[in-house]
């Protein structure tokens, strides 16, 4: 009789293969992450995709918090839904009115924040191992579809192995590793922990994803190789630069043999506003990117940034004349590719 744990490998590995084992994933983040700029992302070589932190509690109860926080489209796919929650019947309330749109129910269990401290969820769950080993396995005996976690290390590291064994053994069939502590919070001071990342992928054998570090093409590549792991998440460097997996750099990465590609940052946002024309979400998120995607030239001219700021709503009429203007005034700045 075939082992329980190899059978749920075996399904692991299955629908990870399914669906074309995708290596260039976009992170799940917070207001972030949403279906336009998913897309926006999709056309520029993103494989897979997370949505923002979705809460569950709130999900499962409230019907206007679910149509203005999630959305998807046909072309959508890949698709990972990430809830937080302390709770297993409400989180699978949850998980079961997004399984029939998306391929996994992730399981925040990596959030810092305060926030996630107040709620007791996402890293803070690691106080109570027993919890999450709940969480996992009410999702894993009652869903059609597969559950993924994405996690934080423990400062010692054999504790961070025990951890991803109990998830595999839970029923995870794909973990992400987020190759900081949860008091590492500030990526420009920790470098994510490569090295921790792959004794997990050699610890478990379910398929495993790296986050942490990832701001060009070449770090994706080193990852890989570095750590043996299956895909790679990428956050904030994404945020900036939403082509980074099509190979485009921004300047701050742009040395060795690169060239000036026929793309910038006003590119990206013009093409970002027509997908949240056609696929709409709130305008909190909207304001965002463009902050981001607009960065340099609202540093270059503090008069833009004031404008922005002091649109208490916005509207596309607005934006599209913000894009106007800094084309008027430039410089224009490229985003650059490898020779």
């Known amino acids: 009789m075939a082992s329980p744990t190899l059978d749920m490998k075996d399904r692991a590995w299955a629908h990870w293969t399914k669906l074309g084992g995708p290596k260039l994933i976009v992170a799940p983040m917070v207001d972030s992450s949403e279906l336009p700029f998913r897309m926006l992302c999709r056309?520029?070589?993103a494989q897979a995709a997370y949505t923002p932190m979705l809460d569950s509690h709130l999900f499962a109860n409230d019907h206007n918090y679910r149509t203005h926080e999630f959305s998807?489209?046909?072309?959508?796919?890949?698709?990972?839904?990430?809830?937080?929650?302390?709770?297993?019947?409400?989180?699978?309330?949850?998980?079961?009115?997004?399984e029939p749109f998306c391929d996994y129910v992730d399981i925040n269990l990596g959030c810092p924040l305060r926030g996630a401290k107040q709620g007791n969820y996402g890293a803070f769950l690691m106080d109570n191992l027993p919890l999450i080993k709940s969480l996992v396995q009410k999702l894993a005996l009652n869903l059609n579809i597969p559950v993924s976690c994405k996690i934080r290390l423990f400062p010692d590291i054999e504790d961070t192995l025990k951890y991803a064994k109990m998830l595999e053994q839970a029923g995870c069939s794909l973990l992400a590793v987020?190759?900081?502590?949860?008091?590492?919070?500030?990526?420009?001071?920790?470098?994510?922990?490569?090295?921790?990342?792959k004794a997990v992928k050699e610890a478990v054998g379910i398929p495993v994803l790296a986050n942490g570090n990832i701001?060009?093409?070449?770090?994706i590549e080193m990852c890989l190789k570095?750590?043996?792991?299956?895909?790679?998440?990428?956050?904030?460097?994404?945020?900036?630069?939403?082509?980074?997996?099509?190979?485009?750099?921004?300047?701050?990465?742009?040395?060795?043999?690169?060239?000036?590609?026929?793309?910038d940052q006003v590119?990206?946002?013009?093409?970002y506003l027509k997908l949240c024309e056609k696929f709409p979400v709130p305008w909190r998120m909207i304001r965002d990117h463009v902050s981001k995607m607009l960065g340099e030239w609202l540093k270059m001219y503090p008069k833009l940034r004031e404008e922005l700021d002091a649109q208490s709503t916005l509207d596309f009429e607005f934006l599209y004349g913000l894009v106007d203007q800094v084309r008027e005034l430039g410089p224009k700045i490229p985003l650059y590719l490898n020779n």
Request: aromatic residues 8%; glycine residues 8%; proline residues 3%.
């Open 178 to 197: 987020h190759g900081r502590t949860r008091v590492e919070k500030d990526f420009n001071k920790f470098r994510a922990d490569w090295k921790a990342i």
């Open 215 to 219: 701001r060009h093409m070449d770090d």
């Open 226 to 263: 570095e750590t043996g792991v299956d895909g790679v998440l990428s956050a904030d460097s994404l945020l900036q630069n939403p082509a980074l997996f099509s190979g485009f750099r921004t300047a701050e990465w742009a040395v060795g043999n690169v060239r000036e590609g026929n793309l």
């Open 43 to 45: 056309n520029y070589g």
């Open 72 to 98: 998807t489209s046909k072309e959508d796919r890949p698709l990972l839904v990430q809830f937080c929650g302390n709770d297993p019947d409400t989180l699978l309330k949850a998980a079961q009115m997004v």
């Open 267 to 271: 590119d990206l946002l013009v093409e």
